[in-house]
Antibody, heavy 120, light 109 residues
Framework: QVQLQQWGAGLLKPSETLSLTCAVYGGSFSDYYWSWIRQPPGKGLEWIGEINHSGSTNDNPSLKSRVTIAVDTSKNQFSLKLSSVTAADTAVYFC??????????????WGQGTTVTVSS | EIVLTQSPATLSLSPGERATLSCRASQSVSSYLAWYQQKPGQAPRLLIYDASNRATGIPARFSGSGSGTDFTLTISSLEPEDFAVYYCQQRSNWPRLYTFGQGTKLEIK
């Protein structure tokens, strides 16, 4: 049974850097891509970016290079940093398991979500 | 970037009825089309991948169909626990990006 557990600071001031970590328990870490997704209050889902075990990343161009996703294979963890946050970055942030390296079977395992609020 | 448009925005039905949710893409997508269910305060739950394959543990009343630009999620006979928000999602290959539709809220009539 694969489980994702995520954590990070929940209250930030404008211009600060959001930092979240997601730990993977069970299953294979190296066979998958690992994603970050966010959901502003009352709105839909937005994909932020993904990483695999070798550190290869893809991210959403709409976030204008504010995103840094990193991996720590020794701990089966991956992390998200989002710089220069504004109120528009207020959202619930989820980590999720994406497809295997050779195929996309959907995001089948999700973290519990972390509420991040940006306010002065 | 491929845009996914879901319709209707809200669907009001009664338990036992059939639900048909639509997802239309701005251009042809690969088979990498998935559907998710989300209830308040919860993470999304994968229902369908590859447009028509049910994820592990998903009841047979959920089915997906479609190809190209038009996809459908059908719930054959609604159970009380099916009332939620549903999202479609696609993954493009070049560039490698994921986009979600804006969601369809399935509410009890």
């Amino acid at each position: 049974q694969v489980q994702l557990q995520q954590w990070g600071a929940g209250l930030l001031k404008p211009s600060e850097t959001l930092s979240l970590t997601c730990a993977v328990y069970g299953g294979s870490f190296s066979d998958y891509y690992w994603s970050w997704i966010r959901q502003p209050p009352g709105k839909g889902l937005e994909w932020i970016g993904e990483i695999n075990h070798s550190g290869s990343t893809n991210d959403n161009p709409s976030l204008k290079s504010r995103v840094t996703i990193a991996v720590d294979t020794s701990k089966n963890q991956f992390s998200l940093k989002l710089s220069s946050v504004t109120a528009a970055d207020t959202a619930v942030y989820f980590c999720a398991r994406g497809g295997v390296l050779s195929h996309y079977y959907g995001m089948d395992v999700w973290g519990q979500g972390t509420t991040v609020t940006v306010s002065s | 970037e491929i845009v996914l448009t879901q319709s209707p925005a809200t669907l009001s039905l009664s338990p036992g009825e059939r639900a048909t949710l639509s997802c239309r893409a701005s251009q042809s997508v690969s088979s990498y089309l998935a559907w998710y269910q989300q209830k308040p305060g919860q993470a999304p739950r994968l229902l369908i991948y590859d447009a028509s394959n049910r994820a592990t543990g998903i009841p047979a009343r959920f089915s997906g169909s479609g190809s190209g630009t038009d996809f459908t999620l059908t719930i054959s006979s609604l159970e009380p626990e099916d009332f939620a928000v549903y999202y479609c999602q696609q993954r493009s290959n070049w560039p490698r990006l994921y986009t979600f539709g804006q969601g369809t809220k399935l509410e009890i009539k």
